[in-house]
Protein backbone atom coordinates (compact mmCIF):
# COMPACT_ATOMS: atom_id res chain seq x y z
CA UNK A 1 0.00 0.00 0.00
CA UNK A 2 1.16 3.71 -0.80
CA UNK A 3 1.26 5.67 2.24
CA UNK A 4 -0.86 9.00 2.32
CA UNK A 5 0.20 12.22 1.50
CA UNK A 6 -0.28 15.05 3.60
CA UNK A 7 -3.14 16.70 2.04
CA UNK A 8 -4.92 13.80 1.20
CA UNK A 9 -8.85 14.97 0.64
CA UNK A 10 -9.56 11.83 1.41
CA UNK A 11 -7.80 11.22 4.71
CA UNK A 12 -9.74 14.93 5.86
CA UNK A 13 -13.37 12.93 4.88
CA UNK A 14 -12.81 10.27 6.67
CA UNK A 15 -11.92 12.34 9.54
CA UNK A 16 -14.99 14.46 9.17
CA UNK A 17 -17.31 11.15 9.63
CA UNK A 18 -15.76 9.81 12.56
CA UNK A 19 -16.26 13.18 14.27
CA UNK A 20 -19.61 12.95 12.83
CA UNK A 21 -19.85 9.57 14.58
CA UNK A 22 -18.74 10.44 18.00
CA UNK A 23 -21.21 13.61 18.26
CA UNK A 24 -24.09 11.67 17.08
CA UNK A 25 -23.26 9.11 19.81
CA UNK A 26 -22.59 11.98 22.91
CA UNK A 27 -26.23 12.88 21.37
CA UNK A 28 -28.20 9.89 21.96
CA UNK A 29 -26.19 8.93 25.40
CA UNK A 30 -27.92 12.88 26.57
CA UNK A 31 -31.06 11.73 25.48
CA UNK A 32 -30.80 8.22 27.04
CA UNK A 33 -29.30 10.16 30.44
CA UNK A 34 -32.20 12.31 30.48
CA UNK A 35 -34.96 9.86 30.02
CA UNK A 36 -33.48 8.29 32.77
CA UNK A 37 -33.50 11.06 34.89
CA UNK A 38 -37.61 12.17 33.75
CA UNK A 39 -38.83 8.70 34.81
CA UNK A 40 -36.71 9.06 38.45
CA UNK A 41 -38.50 12.01 39.20
CA UNK A 42 -41.75 11.13 37.36
CA UNK A 43 -43.88 9.93 40.24
CA UNK A 44 -43.34 12.55 42.68
CA UNK A 45 -45.35 15.44 41.17
CA UNK A 46 -48.23 12.34 40.84
CA UNK A 47 -48.02 12.07 44.89
CA UNK A 48 -47.69 15.72 45.65
CA UNK A 49 -51.21 16.10 43.28
CA UNK A 50 -52.83 13.35 45.20
CA UNK A 51 -51.98 14.45 48.33
CA UNK A 52 -52.89 17.81 47.42
CA UNK A 53 -56.39 16.32 46.39
CA UNK A 54 -56.93 14.39 49.33
CA UNK A 55 -56.24 17.77 51.59
CA UNK A 56 -58.63 19.65 49.46
CA UNK A 57 -61.60 17.14 50.02
CA UNK A 58 -61.03 17.23 53.47
CA UNK A 59 -61.62 21.02 53.75
CA UNK A 60 -64.89 20.67 51.57
CA UNK A 61 -65.70 17.87 53.62
CA UNK A 62 -65.41 19.69 57.14
CA UNK A 63 -67.41 23.11 55.54
CA UNK A 64 -70.17 20.86 54.38
CA UNK A 65 -70.25 19.47 57.91
CA UNK A 66 -70.34 23.17 59.62
CA UNK A 67 -73.38 24.12 57.03
CA UNK A 68 -75.61 21.19 57.85
CA UNK A 69 -75.04 22.05 61.95
CA UNK A 70 -75.86 25.86 61.21
CA UNK A 71 -79.08 25.38 58.63
CA UNK A 72 -80.80 23.84 61.53
CA UNK A 73 -79.99 27.01 63.49
CA UNK A 74 -81.21 29.21 60.70
CA UNK A 75 -84.61 27.56 59.87
CA UNK A 76 -85.29 28.36 63.68
CA UNK A 77 -84.17 31.81 63.45
CA UNK A 78 -86.91 31.90 60.40
CA UNK A 79 -89.16 30.49 62.15
CA UNK A 80 -89.08 32.60 65.40
CA UNK A 81 -89.07 36.07 63.00
CA UNK A 82 -91.81 34.51 60.96
CA UNK A 83 -95.37 36.65 62.52
CA UNK A 84 -98.65 34.78 63.08
CA UNK A 85 -101.16 34.52 60.04
CA UNK A 86 -103.44 37.12 60.14
CA UNK A 87 -107.04 35.52 60.53
CA UNK A 88 -109.13 36.02 57.38
CA UNK A 89 -111.44 39.33 57.12
CA UNK A 90 -115.10 37.87 56.85
CA UNK A 91 -116.35 38.44 53.20
CA UNK A 92 -118.64 41.39 52.56
CA UNK A 93 -121.62 41.51 50.78
CA UNK A 94 -121.57 42.13 47.15
CA UNK A 95 -123.22 45.75 46.38
CA UNK A 96 -125.90 46.46 44.57
CA UNK A 97 -125.54 47.54 40.69
CA UNK A 98 -126.10 51.36 40.75
CA UNK A 99 -129.02 52.78 38.59
CA UNK A 100 -128.27 53.57 35.73
CA UNK A 101 -128.46 57.59 35.38
CA UNK A 102 -131.22 59.25 33.35
CA UNK A 103 -130.15 61.68 30.32
CA UNK A 104 -130.30 65.02 31.22
CA UNK A 105 -132.17 66.84 28.46
CA UNK A 106 -132.72 70.42 28.33
CA UNK A 107 -136.30 71.73 28.58
CA UNK A 108 -137.65 71.92 25.14
CA UNK A 109 -136.09 69.00 23.63
CA UNK A 110 -138.12 66.70 21.13
CA UNK A 111 -135.84 63.72 19.58
CA UNK A 112 -136.08 62.53 15.85
CA UNK A 113 -136.50 59.21 14.81
CA UNK A 114 -135.27 57.96 11.26
CA UNK A 115 -135.81 55.22 9.68
CA UNK A 116 -134.41 54.37 5.79
CA UNK A 117 -135.19 51.81 2.95
CA UNK A 118 -132.89 51.10 0.36
CA UNK A 119 -132.80 50.30 -2.98
CA UNK A 120 -136.13 50.23 -3.13
CA UNK A 121 -137.71 49.06 -6.99
CA UNK A 122 -139.56 52.66 -7.72
CA UNK A 123 -138.37 55.58 -9.35
CA UNK A 124 -137.74 58.43 -7.22
CA UNK A 125 -140.36 60.64 -8.81
CA UNK A 126 -143.17 58.20 -8.16
CA UNK A 127 -141.53 57.95 -4.27
CA UNK A 128 -142.21 61.77 -4.05
CA UNK A 129 -145.45 61.71 -5.56
CA UNK A 130 -146.87 59.92 -2.56
CA UNK A 131 -144.72 61.21 -0.32
CA UNK A 132 -145.52 64.93 -0.85
CA UNK A 133 -149.03 64.29 0.14
CA UNK A 134 -148.24 62.71 4.14
CA UNK A 135 -145.17 65.36 4.97
CA UNK A 136 -146.47 67.26 8.35
CA UNK A 137 -149.42 64.94 9.38
CA UNK A 138 -149.63 62.78 12.52
CA UNK A 139 -149.06 59.25 11.98
CA UNK A 140 -152.67 58.16 12.62
CA UNK A 141 -153.58 60.80 9.07
CA UNK A 142 -150.34 59.26 7.11
CA UNK A 143 -151.31 55.67 7.89
CA UNK A 144 -154.98 56.63 6.39
CA UNK A 145 -153.83 58.21 3.48
CA UNK A 146 -151.26 55.52 2.23
CA UNK A 147 -153.76 52.96 3.14
CA UNK A 148 -156.16 55.11 0.22
CA UNK A 149 -153.32 55.85 -2.53
CA UNK A 150 -153.41 53.87 -5.52
CA UNK A 151 -150.25 53.72 -6.22
CA UNK A 152 -147.83 50.45 -5.51
CA UNK A 153 -145.13 52.56 -3.68
CA UNK A 154 -147.58 53.70 -1.33
CA UNK A 155 -147.37 49.62 0.41
CA UNK A 156 -143.49 50.63 0.76
CA UNK A 157 -144.00 54.30 2.27
CA UNK A 158 -146.68 52.61 4.89
CA UNK A 159 -144.00 49.60 5.79
CA UNK A 160 -141.65 51.91 6.59
CA UNK A 161 -143.77 54.58 8.95
CA UNK A 162 -144.42 51.70 10.88
CA UNK A 163 -140.72 50.44 10.50
CA UNK A 164 -140.39 54.18 12.27
CA UNK A 165 -143.10 54.10 14.86
CA UNK A 166 -141.23 50.87 16.50
CA UNK A 167 -137.81 52.67 16.60
CA UNK A 168 -139.40 55.31 18.33
CA UNK A 169 -141.31 53.31 20.85
CA UNK A 170 -138.19 50.62 21.64
CA UNK A 171 -135.38 53.17 21.09
CA UNK A 172 -137.20 56.57 22.62
CA UNK A 173 -140.08 55.34 24.58
CA UNK A 174 -142.55 57.36 22.64
CA UNK A 175 -146.12 56.57 21.99
CA UNK A 176 -146.50 56.07 18.63
CA UNK A 177 -150.01 57.51 18.32
CA UNK A 178 -148.79 61.05 19.64
CA UNK A 179 -145.81 61.45 16.99
CA UNK A 180 -145.82 63.32 13.34
CA UNK A 181 -143.98 63.67 10.51
CA UNK A 182 -141.16 66.30 10.66
CA UNK A 183 -139.83 64.78 7.29
CA UNK A 184 -139.90 62.53 4.67
CA UNK A 185 -138.17 62.39 1.01
CA UNK A 186 -136.88 60.47 -1.53
CA UNK A 187 -133.40 59.96 -3.17
CA UNK A 188 -132.17 58.45 -6.56
CA UNK A 189 -130.62 54.76 -5.78
CA UNK A 190 -128.75 53.55 -8.67
CA UNK A 191 -130.60 52.30 -12.42
CA UNK A 192 -129.95 48.70 -13.41
CA UNK A 193 -129.91 49.23 -17.14
CA UNK A 194 -131.23 46.51 -19.24
CA UNK A 195 -131.86 46.26 -23.35
CA UNK A 196 -134.94 44.82 -25.40
CA UNK A 197 -134.84 44.05 -29.20
CA UNK A 198 -136.22 46.08 -31.47
CA UNK A 199 -136.92 45.61 -35.42
CA UNK A 200 -134.02 45.78 -37.70
CA UNK A 201 -131.80 43.84 -35.47
CA UNK A 202 -132.12 47.14 -32.94
CA UNK A 203 -132.42 47.14 -29.48
CA UNK A 204 -133.45 49.77 -27.12
CA UNK A 205 -132.15 50.86 -23.37
CA UNK A 206 -134.62 50.26 -20.38
CA UNK A 207 -133.63 51.48 -17.17
CA UNK A 208 -134.81 49.51 -13.77
CA UNK A 209 -134.34 52.73 -11.43
CA UNK A 210 -134.14 52.75 -7.93
CA UNK A 211 -134.86 55.08 -4.90
CA UNK A 212 -133.53 55.44 -1.00
CA UNK A 213 -136.77 56.13 1.03
CA UNK A 214 -136.46 58.47 4.79
CA UNK A 215 -138.73 58.66 7.43
CA UNK A 216 -138.36 61.32 10.35
CA UNK A 217 -140.66 61.54 12.91
CA UNK A 218 -141.04 63.86 16.42
CA UNK A 219 -143.50 64.79 19.03
CA UNK A 220 -146.50 66.56 18.39
CA UNK A 221 -145.89 70.25 19.73
Known sequence: MTPSKPGDPEKGKA???????????????????????????????KRRRSRAKEAAAEETAAEAEELEAEEPEAEEAEEAAEPEAAEPEPSRPAEAPRPRAERVRPAGYRPVVRAHAKYVRTSARKARLVCDHIRGKSVVEARAILAHTPRAVARDWSKLLESAVANAEHNHELVGDELRIYAVSADEGPTLKR?????????????????????????KE
Open 195 to 219: FRPRALGRATRIRKRTSHLTIALTP
Open 15 to 45: AEAEQIEAEAQEAKEAASVEAAEEQAEGPAP
